[in-house]
Every structure is written in structure tokens, then in C-alpha cells.
């Protein structure tokens, strides 16, 4: 619906897997984003690429791993993830990554449960 | 510190009612502010945006208002429907398109 689309929709990954989740953008936008969503918390921006170069990480623990091979896939890699990450994973995209107005578009989110 | 937050909830409505969600901002630097619309099972959806230069701006059925003095947004829908409940962000651009959300206002709107 809003040109951004996210696989797969649904994850359940032991603590010791590695999975990936991928995200695609139909939108000629150039910069693309990795939100968490948890229960009862604000969105919280993990990654953002412009250009396929990443230009912020917000803390993220190295067992997330970011992945831009060019600017319409994003791919987030799992590995040796903790029950605490069990959440809703978002892809966003957005025209630019610059000041000012640039509206970021979702995709419908990874439902990710850690066992 | 800075935050952008929600003061309710959880906002209950009947069908035909007009809504308003209320957000709370800390940092007056910010200048673009956006509304969106996140229904169960789906991603934020974009539903209106405003700049720090305006205080209103309209949309269909919605309306934003931005009061910079008090650092107070609020998202107006006009004539409630079923199909408008969802939780409701609003989100704060400080620098480049890093977007701060705050935590959500569900709206429950019955027939």
C-alpha cells in the first residue's frame, strides 16, 4: 500500500539462530530506515542509510546488523538475539535524509518473537 | 529533557463525533511535525504533516493545529468513524529525518 513492503511478516527464531529481515522500497526514495517497535515504547530509530551509506546507528547492539546494498533493499541480520528483542520491526524510507520536512513512508513491520 | 509525548491514552468516541488528540513537545528547535495512523497488524501510516512556520492546516476530515507557545499539537478528526480507530503518533523532525515519536494515543470510536 505505501510502496515500502517487508519480509517476512511473521518470525519465531531461537536465541542461538540467524535470520535476516528484509525490506524493499518502490519509491525512488533515498534514504531507508530500521524502527523497533515494543509493547507500551515509543518507536525507536535503530538505523538510517542515504545512499546506501549508513549515516546514524542509535546504540544498537552489534547483534543487529544492518545491510544496504543499494537504496531500494535494507536488510537487517539476526544473530544470537535475546527474548527482550521480541517486537515489531519497521522499514521506513524517505525522499532524503536532510533537515526539515521529508516524510517517512512504513512498511507493515516483521512481527519478530524471540523464544 | 526532550520528549514528544501523548497526554491520553486510550480516547473513546462515538460514531459521528469529532476527535481530538493532543501531543506534548519539549524541543522548540523542532520544525516539522507529522501525524500518523498505525491500525493492528500494520506500519505508521503518514496522515497529515505541518511545518513550524504554520499553526493550522487541514486535510479531509482531519485537522492539525500547531500552538509553538506552549509546544502543544493536536490532530482533530471531524465526524469519527469506525474505520478511524487506530493508535495515533505524532512525531517530531529535529535534525535530518530522524523522527521522534511519542508513545501513542489509541482511539476506540463505537458504532
Known amino acids: 500500500e505505501t510502496g515500502v513492503t517487508q519480509t517476512p511478516r511473521h518470525l519465531v527464531m531461537g536465541m542461538t539462530n540467524k535470520k535476516s529481515l528484509k525490506c524493499e522500497q518502490h519509491l525512488g526514495h533515498n534514504a531507508m530506515y530500521w524502527y523497533k517497535q515494543s509493547a507500551k515504547k515509543p518507536l525507536e530509530l535503530m538505523f538510517v542509510?542515504?545512499?546506501?551509506?549508513?549515516?546514524e546507528n542509535n546504540s544498537v547492539p552489534s547483534r543487529f546488523s544492518p545491510e544496504c546494498p543499494n537504496s531500494s533493499h535494507l536488510f537487517l541480520h539476526l544473530h544470537t538475539l535475546q527474548p527482550e528483542d521480541s517486537a515489531l520491526y519497521l522499514c521506513?524510507?524517505?525522499?532524503?535524509?536532510?533537515?526539515?520536512?521529508?516524510?517517512?513512508?512504513f512498511g507493515p513491520g516483521t512481527r519478530l518473537t524471540v523464544l | 529533557g526532550e520528549s514528544v509525548g501523548l497526554h491520553l491514552p486510550t480516547l473513546s468516541v462515538q460514531e459521528g463525533d469529532n476527535s481530538i488528540i493532543n501531543c506534548a513537545y519539549s524541543n522548540s528547535a523542532s520544525d516539522y511535525f507529522i501525524w500518523y495512523k498505525q491500525e493492528s497488524g500494520k506500519g505508521p501510516q503518514f496522515i497529515i504533516d505541518?511545518?513550524?512556520?504554520?499553526d493550522k492546516r487541514q486535510g479531509q476530515r482531519v485537522t492539525v493545529l500547531l500552538n509553538k507557545t506552549v509546544k502543544h499539537l493536536s490532530l482533530q478528526i471531524a465526524a469519527t468513524q469506525p474505520g478511524d480507530s487506530a493508535v495515533y503518533f505524532c512525531?517530531?523532525?529535529?535534525?535530518?529525518?530522524?523522527?521522534?515519536f511519542g508513545k501513542g494515543t489509541m482511539l476506540l470510536v463505537s458504532p
Open positions: 512525531a517530531e523532525n529535529r535534525r535530518y529525518s530522524t523522527l521522534t
Open positions: 505541518i511545518r513550524s512556520n504554520m
Open positions: 521506513a524510507s524517505s525522499q532524503e535524509v536532510q533537515r526539515g520536512a521529508d516524510t517517512q513512508y
Open positions: 542509510y542515504s545512499l546506501e551509506e549508513r549515516v
